[in-house]
């Protein structure tokens, strides 16, 4: 069937549609009906069944005789260990991590927070949640202890489990101090918290609330898989919006299940037993989606790849894994890609490798250009495949479907749009918009399964930040359009939301923590073009009245109370002192102006600005910093 066909037979029976994908599911009770619009525009799907996200992942390819098979590759230059878990070991592991939680009293519908680096663990932790029907929230390991205790205190985990410490080029990265310094920020306590120690740092572990991660499986019963109800939730994953709270991503299992399954075969083109590769990080949803759930569910060896794409040990190390691996689909961040080709213009690093196991590359998490695009396509001379989505979503929403029928690439495009997905562009108003015009992107609802069903604790936020603009269609936070050819070009965010190496972060958030600082008064966050990390965060920091040190201390403070609160992943390295910043006259900040000036783009001077000099004095204090040329 070609994708128009298919996209046609869900548009005509969605139902019907998603009710035949989930039979790739096993269910313990099989469900009635997959959507469930009784509370539109709120929505669920595959309520009334009964399942477990753990058993599909991990029991039912041993029951299925494929124990043997591995199922997780832990590839680490950075600690140069390389080692195979197959599914029958993973079984094994799991089952006694998740009776040891239990154990200790930890129950379908607890949270559990899991602070870890790229270690198969990691994805043991999440699993043993999963097996209980827990709601696991990851925390990325590049935010700071603050970051780390507003999630504690929004998701109210009954235990947490992290590792001793975390390993990044030239810098080890202490976990457990991090984790012991949330707790004392956070209101809410765990019951108990499991240390995995890693060899290249021991942590203390406190008497009476750490356990060991080994130490507390000690003795215990394996635990059998729980099954829990279809919008049973399975994890939460925060993420960055406007203002300085992350909003919980609630994820819910039956859908989850059979979305990404749906995924492994008609996106990414492989067949179960085949090895998948995303090399991103557990900590986002890519990692929770391709690292951990989608090839699971569907059968293929996953790898945990703890190293960077250029300097562990050198911008050869991707081609190296993809060949000594038979990587078949690949997928990461065009920033790596860029890293990459940075450091080996010519692909001499290729060269080493066989690399004719790889089939397709696959993009996501920023807009990829065509530069980066065509290179990639030279020098491995397979299709390189951008795709759209969001920690929302969960998977694709717009794609090319390699395993159902490879469209033309048209190169900038993230292709079109999948089953499930009614993606309009609409005018302010609301109304769609002709093809090649430039509006807010949008999804009439319901959304597919596997796609955020709410907000953690937040449903209020929940309708405000997505459904309330546009009636009737989820706002997706991006502006774009749509080609005669139903192609869809991605362009911007519509809100303060940056994309940082294909890191989602809030300017707003960063904002707040340099407004906090004793001698700023006023300031601003901006996303500016970087050639390496896709944009970057520049401050602009207006002094309290008085103050007269000098401003370079002033910015070295900001910029290590951005790393300290929200960590060194924010990458915000930028700040510059201004008397003023350029304003409407009903006082709001021209953020937009500021970015074309440092992006040394020609701009309009917007009617409603209060005083136009003021753009002048940005543009001299942006050049200060080798912006606005
Ligand atoms: N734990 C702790 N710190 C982390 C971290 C983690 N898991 N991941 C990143 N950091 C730190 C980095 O060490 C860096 O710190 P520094 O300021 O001391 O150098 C900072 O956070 C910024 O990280 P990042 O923006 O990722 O840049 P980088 O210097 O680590 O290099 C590139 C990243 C340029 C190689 C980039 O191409 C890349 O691969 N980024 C990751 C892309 C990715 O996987 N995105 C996920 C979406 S699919
Ligand atoms: P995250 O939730 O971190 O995955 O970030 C989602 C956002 O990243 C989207 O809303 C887009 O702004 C951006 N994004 C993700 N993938 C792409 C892509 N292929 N092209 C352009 N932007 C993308």
């Known amino acids: 069937m070609s994708y128009a066909e298919t996209y046609e037979r869900w548009k005509q029976d969605p139902e019907g549609f998603w009710m035949e994908a989930a039979q790739a599911i096993d269910w313990v009770k099989a469900p009635t009906r997959a959507l469930n619009a009784d509370n539109a525009p709120l929505y669920t799907w595959y309520a009334d069944g009964l399942v477990n996200t753990c058993h599909n992942a991990v029991d039912r390819h041993v029951e299925a005789g494929r124990g043997a098979q591995t199922a997780i590759i832990y590839d680490s230059p950075i600690t140069q260990t390389k080692h195979k878990i197959s599914y029958a070991e993973l079984r094994s592991r799991v089952a006694s991590l998740a009776g040891a939680l239990r154990a200790k009293g930890v129950e379908k519908g607890d949270r559990v927070i899991i602070y870890m680096p790229m270690v198969p663990e990691a994805l043991e932790a999440m699993l043993a949640c999963a097996r209980l029907g827990a709601v696991h929230s990851v925390v990325f390991?590049?935010?700071?202890?603050?970051?780390?205790?507003?999630r504690i205190d929004d998701c109210k985990p009954k235990a947490i489990i992290a590792a001793s410490c975390g390993l990044e080029p030239g810098r080890v990265v202490h976990y457990k101090p991090l984790l012991d310094g949330a707790l004392e920020l956070s209101t809410h306590q765990p019951d108990f918290c499991v240390i995995f120690q890693r060899e290249q740092e021991v942590a203390y572990l406190e008497e009476g609330r750490d356990v060991d991660w080994h130490g507390f499986q000690y003795g215990v019963d394996p635990a059998e898989c729980v099954p829990v109800e279809g919008d049973h939730p399975a994890y939460i994953l925060y993420t960055s919006g406007t203002t300085g709270a992350p909003k919980g991503v609630v994820r819910a299992t039956g859908g989850h299940l059979v979305a990404l399954n749906w995924t492994m075969k008609n996106i990414y083109n492989v067949e179960p037993g085949d090895v998948f590769w995303a090399a991103s990080d557990v900590g986002w949803v890519v990692g929770h989606s391709y690292i951990c759930y989608g090839?699971?569910?569907?059968?293929?060896?996953?790898?945990?790849?703890?190293?960077?794409?250029?300097?562990?040990?050198?911008?050869?190390?991707?081609?190296?894994?993809?060949?000594?691996?038979?990587?078949?689909?690949?997928?990461?961040?065009?920033?790596?890609?860029?890293?990459?080709?940075?450091?080996?213009?010519?692909?001499?690093?290729?060269?080493?490798?066989?690399?004719?196991?790889?089939?397709?590359?696959?993009?996501?998490?920023?807009?990829?250009?065509?530069?980066?695009?065509?290179?990639?396509?030279?020098?491995?001379?397979?299709?390189?495949?951008?795709?759209?989505?969001?920690?929302?979503?969960?998977?694709?929403?717009?794609?090319?479907?390699?395993?159902?029928?490879?469209?033309?690439?048209?190169?900038?495009?993230?292709?079109?749009?999948?089953?499930?997905?009614?993606?309009?562009?609409?005018?302010?108003?609301?109304?769609?918009?002709?093809?090649?015009?430039?509006?807010?992107?949008?999804?009439?609802?319901?959304?597919?399964?596997?796609?955020?069903?709410?907000?953690?604790?937040?449903?209020?936020?929940?309708?405000?930040?997505?459904?309330?603009?546009?009636?009737?269609?989820?706002?997706?936070?991006?502006?774009?359009?749509?080609?005669?050819?139903?192609?869809?070009?991605?362009?911007?965010?519509?809100?303060?939301?940056?994309?940082?190496?294909?890191?989602?972060?809030?300017?707003?958030?960063?904002?707040?923590?340099?407004?906090?600082?004793?001698?700023?008064?006023?300031?601003?966050?901006?996303?500016?073009?970087?050639?390496?990390?896709?944009?970057?965060?520049?401050?602009?920091?207006?002094?309290?009245?008085?103050?007269?040190?000098?401003?370079?201390?002033?910015?070295?403070?900001?910029?290590?109370?951005?790393?300290?609160?929200?960590?060194?992943?924010?990458?915000?390295?930028?700040?510059?002192?201004?008397?003023?910043?350029?304003?409407?006259?009903?006082?709001?900040?021209?953020?937009?102006?500021?970015?074309?000036?440092?992006?040394?783009?020609?701009?309009?001077?917007?009617?409603?600005?209060?005083?136009?000099?003021?753009?002048?004095?940005?543009?001299?204090?942006?050049?200060?910093?080798?912006?606005?040329?």
């Open 295 to 629: 090839p699971l569910i569907h059968g293929n060896t996953t790898i945990v790849f703890e190293g960077k794409p250029v300097g562990t040990p050198d911008a050869g190390t991707f081609w190296r894994v993809i060949s000594e691996h038979g990587v078949k689909s690949f997928f990461t961040a065009p920033t790596a890609i860029r890293a990459v080709k940075r450091e080996d213009p010519e692909g001499k690093f290729t060269k080493p490798y066989d690399l004719s196991c790889l089939k397709t590359l696959y993009l996501a998490g920023e807009r990829a250009d065509p530069d980066t695009i065509e290179w990639a396509q030279r020098i491995l001379n397979v299709p390189v495949i951008d795709h759209w989505w969001q920690t929302e979503t969960g998977y694709a929403i717009a794609a090319n479907p390699m395993g159902i029928d490879p469209l033309p690439v048209k190169i900038g495009s993230p292709s079109v749009a999948m089953p499930g997905y009614d993606v309009q562009i609409l005018d302010e108003a609301g109304h769609p918009m002709k093809p090649g015009e430039l509006g807010a992107i949008a999804i009439k609802l319901p959304l597919p399964p596997g796609t955020l069903p709410n907000l953690w604790n937040a449903e209020e936020r929940f309708r405000k930040s997505y459904l309330d603009h546009f009636p009737g269609y989820y706002e997706t936070g991006d502006a774009g359009m749509k080609d005669e050819d139903g192609y869809l070009w991605i362009m911007a965010r519509t809100d303060d939301v940056i994309n940082v190496a294909g890191h989602r972060l809030s300017t707003g958030a960063m904002e707040e923590v340099l407004a906090s600082h004793p001698d700023v008064a006023e300031c601003a966050v901006i996303g500016v073009t970087d050639q390496l990390k896709g944009q970057v965060p520049v401050g602009f920091l207006c002094l309290t009245k008085g103050v007269n040190r000098p401003e370079g201390e002033i910015t070295a403070e900001c910029v290590k109370l951005v790393r300290d609160r929200i960590g060194p992943v924010a990458a915000f390295k930028l700040a510059v002192v201004v008397d003023r910043l350029p304003k409407t006259r009903s006082g709001k900040i021209l953020r937009a102006t500021m970015i074309k000036i440092a992006d040394s783009e020609e701009f309009k001077m917007p009617a409603t600005i209060d005083d136009p000099a003021i753009l002048d004095e940005i543009k001299t204090a942006l050049q200060t910093i080798g912006y606005a040329k």
């Open 141 to 150: 390991g590049g935010f700071a202890a603050n970051e780390l205790a507003v």
